[in-house]
C-alpha cells in the first residue's frame, strides 16, 4: 500500500498464527496496548520513556502520512508511547500546556467540549451550537459537542492542529481540529492488560485497560480492547458529607483489518460504550456583580459543593467506521472511502443553582444519530504534483428536550412550583467537494493551494421553554407544541493559498498560508428568552481568515524548534449571550455579536540536554479585540465602545509550559523514566459581559516510571494538578432572585484537583 494515504498496518504477509493462541489470549484476559505507530516501518513498542518524546509523530493533517515536522501546519501531536508516559486519560489532560490551545470540559454535562484554539472557542451545551475545534476519530468527525470527551484508550496518537482547517476537514474546524488515531492489529500476536487506581480526593479512581491482537490468518488481523472505569468520586459534597462525582464507564473497540488484495485493504472498526455518574459538581461562589447566595456560598479558589441535587448523566454511545483504501494505477494514487455511523443517547440531571436549597434545578434528554462519508483521491503527477480531491457528506439528526425544575424550596413538598418544558427536532444535512494541490517549484520550494465548497441545510422545530409553564411535555416523545419551525441553507467556499521551504540541507522549513473558514449559520435549541428578537434564530455564519507564517527546524537527535505568528479576522462572530433571568434562571441567546481580530506567536521545542535529559517547552501568547460590536454585549441597553473594550471569551492571553524527562539506566532490572512539567494558562472571560470568567491555570505534572528492557512490565507512579489548582468549566451568572426566592452567585460546575495515581502495565 501506498504511504500517501493514510494506512496504519500492512497485512500482506501475515505470519501464520494459530487462532487457538488469539482465543486464549481472550480467555486470560489479557489485551495489548501496542506500541506501534501509523506505520509498519516505525515500530515503537520499545523505548517509551523520556526518549520516546523524541520521537517524531507521523500525522494525517494533510490527509496523508508524513512526519510531524515536514507539515507546514502549527501541530502538536503526541503518538502511543508518550500518551502513555504523559497518563493522558481524556482530551482535557491535554487542556493546558499547548501553546494558545484549551480543551475544557464545560462541565454542565460531563463530556461537553468547550475547546478554544487561538482564542476561537465556544462557551455552550446546546446541542446545535456548532463547535471552532473540530474533533475526528479514526476520519470520522464528530457532529455533537456532547460526549466529545470520552475515556481514551489505546490510542495510536493524538494530532492537535492549530488555525482553520476547512479545505481539508470541512465545517467547524476555524479554531483548529482535534485528530484521535485508534491502534489497529499487529503483524504479530500481542496482548496487554492495565490496571491503575488514582487518589487525593475523597475516594479512589480505578481503570482496567485491556487489548489483545493479531493476524488471523495471512490476509486478517483481528484487535479487541476493552476498557473500565470505576469512579467512586474526588469530591466531597458538603450537603451530606459523601463522596461525589461518582463515574461507572465501560467500553469495548473491535478492530478487523482485511487486505481483499496486494491493492486494497477494508478496516472496520466498532465502539460501544456506556457510562453512568453524577451530575454537574456544581460550586456557587460570589458573581462578578459582587452578589453572593445566601444558601451555601463557598470560596472559589476551593473545591467546595453543597448541594442537594447529585444529579446523574447517563450516556450510551455507539461508533461505527468502515475505511477502504484502494491503490491505482492512475498518478501512481489510492482512492479512500470513510463512512461513519455514531448514536449517542443521553439523559442528565444536574443542580443548577449549586445550593443545598431546591432553587433551580434541570433535567435534559438528548438522541442524535449522525452518518457521514468521505470519498477521496490522493495521487502524485510528473514527480511534482501532489493532488488530494474529494467529496464529503454528513447527516446529523438530533432531538433535544430540557426540563427546568424552579422553586421548589418553596412547597411543602419540595415539588417544583415552576416547570418549563422545551427544545427541538433538528436536522442538519451537509454536502462537499474538496481539493488540495501542492506543487514542487523546485527541491526546496513548493507551493499550495486548496479550495473547498460547501453547502448545508439546517432544519429545526423548536418549542421554547417560556411557552410550556407548568404544562409538562416531551420534545422526543411528539408531546410538546412547537412554536417555531424554520429552516435554512448555507453555503460557503473555503480557500487556501501557502508555501513551503526548506532550508538548510532539509533541516528547516519556512511555511506560510492564508486560509479561510465559516462555521455555518443555525438555530437555538434551547429557547428561553420570551421576545421574538431573542428567539430561536436563525442566526448567521462566522467568517474566518487567517495567516500564518511558520518555522520548523529539526536538530536531528537533539530535538526540534517550532514557531508560528498568525493573524486571524474573524466576521460576524457567533456567540452564546448568556444572561442571568428572573423568570427561567438563565437565558442563553445565540447571535452574530461582534466583527474581531487575534494575532499571536507560537513557539514549542524539545531538546536533548544530555543523552538521557530530555528538555520540552511551549510558549502562546494571543492578543485579541473587537473591532466592531452589532449585539448588546454589556447589557446597558447601548452598543457602544465600552462593548468593544470587553475581553473576547476564551482567548487567554498567555500559555506556557516547561518539562524535564529524564531516563535512568538499572543494569540488568531495566531503566526508570521520570518526569516533571509545569504549565500555564492566563485568566479569560467566560461570558460576554465579562462577569463570569475562568481562573488562571498552574498545573504541575509529576511522574516515574519503571520498565523492564523487555518492557514486558512497567510500574509507574504520577501526580496530575499537585498544586490542587481549581478549575471551573463555566461561570453561568445566576440572578439574584427567581420569582421571589432569593438566589445569587454562580453556577460553576468543577474539574478534579490534585491526583496521585500508581499503574501497572503488564505486555504480552
Not at 520521537?55 to 502511543?80: D, H, M, S, W
Not at 456560598?297 to 447517563?314: K, M, P, W
Not at 443553582?353 to 435534559?364: G, M, N
Not at 421576545?531 to 520548523?552: H, I, Q, R
Amino acid at each position: 500500500m501506498k504511504n500517501i494515504c493514510h494506512r496504519a498496518s500492512a497485512f500482506h504477509r501475515f505470519p501464520k498464527h494459530p487462532l487457538g493462541n488469539l482465543l486464549l489470549g481472550l480467555s486470560l484476559g489479557t489485551a495489548q496496548v501496542s506500541a506501534h505507530a501509523d506505520t509498519p516501518e516505525q515500530d515503537t513498542r520499545f523505548g517509551q520513556g523520556a526518549s520516546s518524546l523524541l520521537e517524531e509523530v507521523i500525522v494525517t493533517a494533510r490527509k496523508r502520512l508524513e512526519g510531524a515536522q515536514e507539515t507546514p501546519l502549527a501541530i502538536n501531536a503526541f503518538n502511543a508511547d508518550q500518551l502513555q508516559a504523559l497518563k493522558v486519560r481524556d482530551l482535557t489532560s491535554l487542556s493546558v500546556g499547548m501553546p494558545n490551545v484549551a480543551l475544557d470540559d464545560v462541565g454542565t454535562t460531563r463530556g461537553t467540549a468547550n475547546f478554544s484554539i487561538r482564542g476561537l472557542g465556544v462557551n455552550s451545551s446546546i446541542p446545535s451550537i456548532d463547535p471552532t475545534v473540530g474533533v475526528f476519530v479514526d476520519g470520522v468527525y464528530m457532529g455533537l459537542n456532547n460526549g466529545i470527551i470520552f475515556d481514551m484508550f489505546d490510542l495510536d496518537s493524538i494530532e492537535v492542529l492549530r488555525g482553520p482547517q476547512g479545505i481539508l476537514f470541512g465545517r467547524n474546524v476555524t479554531g483548529g481540529a482535534v485528530l484521535l488515531n485508534t491502534k489497529l492489529p499487529g503483524d504479530e500476536f500481542e496482548a496487554s492488560v492495565r490496571a491503575t487506581v488514582e487518589g487525593g480526593g475523597e475516594a479512589l479512581n480505578k481503570y482496567l485497560m485491556a487489548s489483545v491482537s493479531g493476524p488471523l490468518s495471512e490476509r486478517l488481523g483481528a484487535k479487541l480492547s476493552v476498557y473500565t472505569n470505576q469512579d467512586d468520586g474526588w469530591f466531597e459534597n458538603g450537603f451530606n458529607g459523601d463522596a461525589f462525582g461518582k463515574v461507572d464507564t465501560m467500553m469495548v473497540r473491535p478492530v478487523i483489518q482485511w487486505d481483499i488484495s496486494d491493492d486494497a485493504q477494508l478496516t472496520l472498526r466498532y465502539e460501544y460504550q456506556e457510562s453512568e455518574s453524577d451530575g454537574p459538581a456544581a460550586q456557587n461562589h460570589t458573581n462578578g456583580s459582587g452578589v453572593s447566595t445566601l444558601w451555601g456560598n463557598q470560596d472559589r479558589d476551593s473545591h467546595d459543593l453543597t448541594i442537594n441535587e447529585e444529579g446523574l448523566l447517563d450516556t450510551q454511545t455507539n461508533l461505527f467506521s468502515a475505511r477502504l483504501d484502494w491503490d491505482v494505477g492512475f498518478g501512481d494514487g489510492t482512492i479512500t472511502n470513510i463512512a461513519g455511523w455514531r448514536d449517542y443517547d443521553s439523559r442528565s440531571q444536574g443542580d443548577i443553582d449549586a445550593t443545598p436549597r431546591s432553587i433551580f434545578h434541570s433535567e435534559a434528554w438528548l438522541q442524535a444519530s449522525q452518518f457521514s462519508n468521505e470519498l477521496r483521491y490522493t495521487g502524485i503527477f510528473d514527480e511534482r504534483i501532489t493532488l488530494t480531491t474529494g467529496l464529503y457528506y454528513f447527516n446529523n439528526d438530533m432531538a433535544y428536550h430540557e426540563r427546568r425544575l424552579l422553586l421548589g424550596a418553596v412547597t411543602p413538598d419540595g415539588s417544583p412550583a415552576i416547570t418549563q418544558d422545551g427544545g427541538g427536532d433538528y436536522d442538519v444535512k451537509s454536502r462537499g467537494v474538496f481539493v488540495a494541490v501542492d506543487y514542487d517549484m523546485s527541491e526546496q520550494l513548493s507551493l499550495s493551494a486548496g479550495l473547498r465548497y460547501t453547502r448545508e441545510r439546517k432544519s429545526a422545530r423548536i418549542a421554547s421553554l417560556s411557552a410550556n409553564v407548568n404544562a409538562p411535555c416531551r420534545i422526543d416523545q411528539n408531546s410538546c407544541p412547537v412554536d417555531f419551525s424554520d429552516s435554512e441553507d448555507w453555503s460557503s467556499l473555503s480557500p487556501k493559498l501557502g508555501f513551503n521551504y526548506e532550508l538548510v540541507d532539509h533541516d528547516a522549513r519556512v511555511y506560510g498560508h492564508w486560509t479561510r473558514g465559516f462555521r455555518s449559520g443555525g438555530y437555538n435549541l434551547r429557547n428561553t428568552a420570551g421576545d421574538p428578537a431573542n428567539g430561536p434564530g436563525p442566526f448567521d455564519e462566522e467568517t474566518v481568515d487567517s495567516f500564518e507564517l511558520g518555522l520548523k527546524w529539526s536538530l536531528g537527535e537533539r530535538g526540534r524548534v517550532n514557531a508560528a505568528i498568525f493573524y486571524t479576522d474573524i466576521g460576524d462572530m457567533q456567540r452564546e449571550v448568556n444572561e442571568a433571568d428572573a423568570a427561567s434562571g438563565v437565558v442563553q441567546i445565540i447571535r452574530n455579536t461582534a466583527d474581531a481580530e487575534l494575532m499571536g506567536i507560537e513557539v514549542d521545542t524539545t531538546y536533548a540536554l544530555t543523552d538521557n535529559l530530555l528538555l520540552t517547552a511551549s510558549l502562546g501568547w494571543t492578543d485579541s479585540e473587537y473591532t466592531a460590536v452589532k449585539y448588546d454585549l454589556n447589557g446597558d441597553s447601548l452598543v457602544n465602545s465600552q462593548d468593544e473594550a470587553l475581553d473576547i471569551p476564551r482567548a487567554a492571553e498567555l500559555t506556557w509550559s516547561l518539562g524535564l524527562n529524564h531516563d535512568q539506566q538499572l543494569g540488568d532490572w531495566g531503566y526508570v523514566s521520570s518526569r516533571i512539567n509545569y504549565a500555564y494558562r492566563d485568566e479569560s472571560a467566560y461570558t460576554d459581559n465579562n462577569l463570569g470568567w475562568i481562573g488562571e491555570q498552574k498545573i504541575l505534572d509529576l511522574g516515574i516510571d519503571f520498565h523492564t528492557h523487555d518492557e514486558s512490565w512497567v510500574i509507574g507512579l504520577y501526580g496530575k494538578n499537585l498544586l490542587d489548582e481549581v478549575k471551573h468549566g463555566g461561570d453561568t451568572q445566576l440572578p439574584k432572585a427567581i420569582g421571589p426566592f432569593p438566589l445569587g452567585g454562580t453556577f460553576s460546575p468543577l474539574s478534579k484537583g490534585r491526583i496521585y495515581g500508581v499503574e501497572f502495565t503488564y505486555n504480552y
